[in-house]
């Protein structure tokens, strides 16, 4: 198999917050694997330029834009460059509930729906490209739930409780970004395999008592998870990102099949697992 050089956008990051001091040990980490840094944004076109040349492939990670176009304008940059420097095949992480047909009406009104809508049309893009294309779409990141990201996603965490504002009895597909890291590489080690394929993906499924359960067994710390009512929820989702952002993951469980994601053969990591591997990032920092 001929070796492939990808360049991997935002890969400081946990397909979130990343760094941009190549000093800083997510990227010094990086680097002693033996990956090539550069420093740059997604909207400086010298800094893609620079860092895509030689490269055959690509992973496309971007920030969702709540308030305009910057994702789509930043992906049609990138696009025109990787074209220009040989690369034939991109691999895009979008996000689960691109499932339904209808996303882009059924999150119309929703605070978080631009985001969503936003990445919608940086797929379209992709696919109409003329590049080798595959595209994941993963569920809720497990690493909503330790440290940093859970102080901003839970930071009632620090207080001993799971506050969540969706049903009691809604299932979450939890996907560990590892394990979308795992199924880019498979689709660039075997892209005949994966070309033109549109992966629904999550590592575990759990209740939100469940989840709690699971932070409450690998921190040793009594964890409460409470439901917000559901008119409640409602109303606070007009103003409030995180809740409407909670909201939208009502019932996207069924839009992915385990079986369908184990038939890959690709290795996924359970929440528990992840609990265990990054013990020392379960519990806010305040506690």
């Not at 996303?103 to 729906?113: E, K, P, Q, V």
């Not at 631009?114 to 080798?132: F, H, Q, T, W, Y």
């Not at 699971?214 to 606070?236: D, L, M, Y």
């Not at 909201?247 to 038939?263: F, P």
């Amino acid at each position: 198999m001929a070796s492939k050089t990808a360049l991997v956008l935002r890969a400081t990051g946990s397909q979130g917050k990343g760094v941009r001091d190549p000093e800083e040990p997510r990227a010094l980490a990086l680097k002693d694997s033996g990956a090539q840094l550069f420093k740059g944004t997604l909207d400086n076109p010298d800094s893609i330029n620079a860092a895509v040349q030689g490269c055959s492939a690509l992973f496309l990670n971007q920030i969702p834009s709540f308030t305009d176009d910057a994702e789509t304008r930043e992906a049609s940059s990138i696009v025109v460059l990787a074209k220009a420097a040989g690369v034939k095949h991109v691999v895009h992480s979008t996000t689960l509930p691109f499932q339904y047909p209808d996303f882009r009406t059924r999150y119309a009104d929703n605070l978080a729906g631009p985001a969503i809508i936003g990445k919608g049309n940086v797929e379209d893009l992709i696919r109409e490209s003329g590049l080798m294309w595959t595209i994941i779409r993963p569920g809720i990141f497990m690493t909503n739930f330790t440290t940093p990201i859970s102080n901003y996603m839970h930071p009632e965490l620090a207080e001993g409780k799971l506050l969540e504002a969706v049903d009691r009895d809604t299932i979450l597909p939890l996907v560990d970004p590892d394990d979308i890291g795992a199924f880019a590489t498979a689709a660039f080690q075997d892209a005949k395999r994966f070309s033109g394929k549109i992966v629904p993906l999550a590592s575990d499924k759990l209740l939100s008592v469940e989840i709690g359960r699971e932070i409450e067994r690998a921190s040793g710390k009594k964890i409460e998870v409470v439901f917000k009512p559901a008119n409640e929820c409602e109303e606070e989702a007009k103003t409030n990102l995180l809740v409407a952002g909670n909201r939208l993951t009502v019932g996207i469980d069924a839009l992915v099949d385990m079986e369908e994601v184990k038939a890959w053969g690709i290795p996924l990591t359970s929440f528990r697992e992840i609990l265990e591997k990054n013990r020392d990032a379960v519990m806010p920092e305040q506690w």
